[in-house]
């Protein structure tokens, strides 16, 4: 069979929503089969390679996909998209013949406990939670006194938080969150540090000198400013789960996650 990105939605309608496999002919490339998925899905995790399972795989990091094997899984690479895992690769069959296989499985992110009033939160553990992210930290070896020197300014530490845990890539795919923030209209602009595909993009509103302190400012595709009065983490936790939010994604996805694009686990 011919891979394609048409062919890939077609294998993927024929899984349906739940916890399927399909094993594929076997001059079919799983190489080729993994990448259009990446393209698709961002950067995968490694579940399997050559044989050996990641032991610390869990129910959080797809480990549902491996079951349908029974431990015969070869090499098998695992997606998070909204409430359901993805995976693709390599697995045995019951004669020991090793087959493409294409995998589907339920993806259960548990609610985030309910705020007390009051309650101090630490939101970017919450938008860990939020989006059920289990992966290395991304980019912590970032040179932020470099970056900051450059842009001539501080920035919000708990931004600087995001980029070291998640690294390049997109909340639910769409969201996507910016390794070094850069000002909007030329110097003096509005410092932003995310951006949508409908072309709306997350800013700072640097008001005094402490950018812990410094609201979140929504500039639309259109020109019109928007500003939200909490800091950058919140802001994202606020729109992936507040239905009721101006630029809410709970709309769309019931369960979060952060797609990579870096090279995976």
Request: hydrophobic letters at 35%; one cysteine or more; glycine letters at 12%.
């Amino acid at each position: 069979m011919e891979l394609t990105q048409s062919a890939i939605s077609d294998l993927l309608t024929r899984l349906g929503p739940g916890s399927r496999h399909l094993c594929l002919p076997g001059d079919l490339d799983p190489q080729d089969l993994v990448d259009l998925l990446g393209d698709r899905f961002g950067a995968p995790r490694t579940l399997v390679l050559d044989g050996f399972t990641d032991p610390t795989v869990e129910e959080s990091g797809g480990a549902a996909l491996l079951v349908p094997f029974g431990g015969r899984a070869v090499t098998i690479r695992a997606w998070a998209y909204g409430d359901q895992w993805v995976g693709a690769g390599t697995a045995r069959d019951t004669e020991g013949v090793e087959r493409p296989v294409l995998v589907v499985a339920h993806r259960k992110v548990p609610e985030p406990s309910a705020l007390a009033p009051g309650e101090d939160v630490d939101w970017l553990e919450r938008l860990r939670r939020i989006t059920g992210w289990t992966g290395p930290a991304r980019q912590s070896d970032a040179d932020w006194a470099e970056i900051e020197s450059r842009l001539g300014t501080a920035l919000p530490s708990d931004y600087k938080r995001m980029v070291e845990t998640f690294g390049d890539g997109a909340f639910d795919g769409y969201l996507g969150l910016f390794q070094e923030p850069w000002a909007d209209r030329g110097e003096g602009g509005p410092l932003v540090w995310a951006g949508t595909e409908h072309e709306d993009l997350y800013c700072w509103r640097a008001d005094g000198d402490d950018p812990d302190r410094w609201p979140v400012l929504v500039r639309s595709f259109d020109g019109d400013d928007l500003v939200f009065d909490c800091r950058t983490a919140e802001f994202v936790c606020r729109i992936l789960v507040d239905p009721h939010h101006p630029y809410t994604m709970a709309r769309y996805f019931d369960t979060h996650w952060f797609m990579s694009y870096g090279t995976g686990d």
